[in-house]
């Protein structure tokens, strides 16, 4: 005779033995034998609220939530508590179905939101004209135990900073402000400019995108993990670092007159041995009259 597992549950609380070892005789789980003994156990009420909560349940393929069936109930002119619902769902399991995300879809989504561009600059950093090819990241400055977050764009061609901003945080408006500057001191020279960066989040976002766009840019991007294909900005912030004494500093506004002093001096006073011995500004200038 082959007994149900209710009646295996019967018999091992009429004999009184321990549970675990009942259930291992008896080849049933002691998770299934105590749930039989709380709904055996359960308040003659509660049962007859259960029974209606389930058939609503499982009209609803088990997707119902507590405020379905509350409304449900309702339909059916019963009033009852959402927490009592919740609470007899809970006692009984029954359990609501978990609509779960489509992972392609979200793929989809991403994809339409943060993009990457390739890499149309391809190291092609031995640029002639100035005003044609730009490129851009961001750094970190040390100071103070703190952070500032400083975000460049340079000209390829002649080596000058054509815009920066420093931040405390390291959130979207340290580029979008960055490239606000580049449109105020740079407006009439940026149809068609490209300008290269890693793919960074803030490189990607469509807040970045859009504005970029919208100044008539085209966007070029590193492979991922090449930091050699942004290699001109990494060189400036490597100079910079060497060259400015930024870790002293004890607020934020001395980091920023630090870099502010730099950038003067960088674009208009520091001579480099491949721009023939001239400062950025002056070999932009040298560069446009030949053109």
């Not at 259960?50 to 499982?58: G, N, P, S």
Request: charged share 25%; aromatic share 10%.
């Amino acid at each position: 005779m082959i007994l149900r597992p209710k009646q295996k549950y019967r018999l091992i609380r009429v004999c009184g033995i321990d549970v675990s070892l009942g259930c291992l005789i008896a080849q049933v789980s002691t998770s299934g034998y105590y749930r039989w003994r709380r709904q055996a156990e359960a308040d003659p009420a509660d049962h007859s609220d259960y029974l209606v909560i389930k058939e609503i349940f499982d009209n609803g393929k088990k997707k119902y939530g507590f405020r379905t069936i509350k409304m449900k109930l309702l339909e059916q002119g019963m009033v009852m508590n959402h927490k009592k619902i919740v609470r007899i769902m809970k006692k009984y399991g029954l359990q609501t179905k978990i609509r779960r995300k489509n992972p392609y879809k979200a793929i989809m989504m991403k994809s339409l939101e943060h993009r990457t561009f390739p890499n149309v600059l391809s190291r092609s950093f031995d640029q002639p004209v100035p005003y044609t090819v730009f490129c851009t990241d961001i750094t970190y400055l040390p100071y103070n135990h703190r952070f500032a977050y400083l975000s460049v764009i340079k000209d390829v061609a002649s080596g000058e900073v054509v815009a920066w901003h420093l931040a405390h945080h390291l959130e979207m408006g340290l580029v979008l402000t960055t490239l606000e500057n580049l449109k105020r001191d740079h407006a009439l020279h940026l149809r068609d400019v490209l300008i290269h960066s890693d793919q960074g989040f803030h490189y990607t976002n469509p807040l970045y995108i859009d504005m970029v766009s919208d100044l008539t840019m085209v966007q070029s991007m590193s492979r991922r993990g090449n930091c050699i294909d942004n290699a001109p900005i990494e060189s400036f912030f490597g100079h910079l670092k060497d060259e400015v004494e930024y870790k002293t500093c004890k607020t934020f506004v001395e980091v920023y007159e630090k870099i502010e002093m730099y950038m003067e001096y960088y674009n208009g006073g520091r001579r480099q041995w491949d721009k023939q011995k001239m400062t950025p500004i002056q070999y932009r200038d040298h560069l446009l009259s030949l053109g």
